[in-house]
């Protein structure tokens, strides 16, 4: 059996982003990123504009975070003041305002990721990072519709995300070095293990290997 053994990269700068995460898109992955970020002690706002997803997912978070406890992984005492630290939304303005880095978590459909990619490089200042959370689709193409696509970078997590150490960070073709390490600095001090994908080809790294 041929097994590959993927070693996590460092960022060589230090953390630059801020300590506001939002993330589009409140289902499986979203709710599941969110839960990371909070748990590590950032500010989270979590937009959906499907009516009930966001009370769903809240309570998708406090279930994980209690299971987690449960089994040795957190302190059960710790849950609601994670819970406090995640904000959701309506509004994709009001998510995206004073966040460092936003990830989209949108369903799997390539119309849907460029038109949010290109209200997302509108509505966020040149120094937000732009991460898509696409396990498949073309990085390239998702920020086709973007006016600074240097700062769109694809962040693969997989599932479930707050157990499953491993992100994929894909550069595009106009991914800038810096949106790299500053999305690979943000995956380490929440304890991930970032691998660096330098070409943004179907299925990234890892899906590849399985295939």
């Known amino acids: 059996m041929l097994m590959a053994v993927v070693l996590p990269v460092k960022g060589k700068g230090g953390l630059h982003v801020g300590k506001k995460i939002?993330?589009?898109?409140?289902g499986l992955m979203g709710s599941g990123i969110a839960l990371i970020f909070v748990s590590r002690g950032y500010d989270v706002a979590l937009f959906d504009p499907v009516e009930g997803a966001l009370p769903q997912a809240i309570e998708k978070v406090r279930a994980n975070l209690t299971l987690m406890?449960?089994?040795?992984?957190g302190q059960i005492n710790e849950i609601e003041s994670a819970l406090k630290r995640l904000q959701t939304t309506g509004s994709m303005e009001k998510?995206?305002?004073?966040?460092?880095?936003?990830i989209e978590c949108a369903p799997e459909n390539m119309e849907l990721k460029q038109k949010i990619f290109a209200e997302l490089d509108n509505l966020c200042p040149i120094e937000t990072i732009l991460a898509t959370n696409t396990s498949v689709m073309s990085i390239t193409e998702i920020a086709s519709r973007a006016v600074h696509q240097e700062r769109i970078v694809g962040a693969h997590f997989?599932?479930?995300?707050?157990?499953i150490p491993l992100v994929e960070v894909v550069k595009a073709e106009k991914t800038s070095d810096e949106t790299m390490e500053e999305t690979i600095d943000l995956l380490n001090s929440i304890g991930k293990h970032p691998v660096r994908v330098k070409l943004d080809v179907p299925g990234f790294v890892a899906h590849r290997l399985q295939l």
């Open 158 to 163: 997989w599932n479930p995300p707050f157990l």
């Open 69 to 73: 406890a449960e089994n040795g992984i």
């Open 95 to 102: 998510a995206v305002l004073g966040a460092a880095f936003v």
């Open 22 to 26: 939002a993330i589009i898109g409140a």
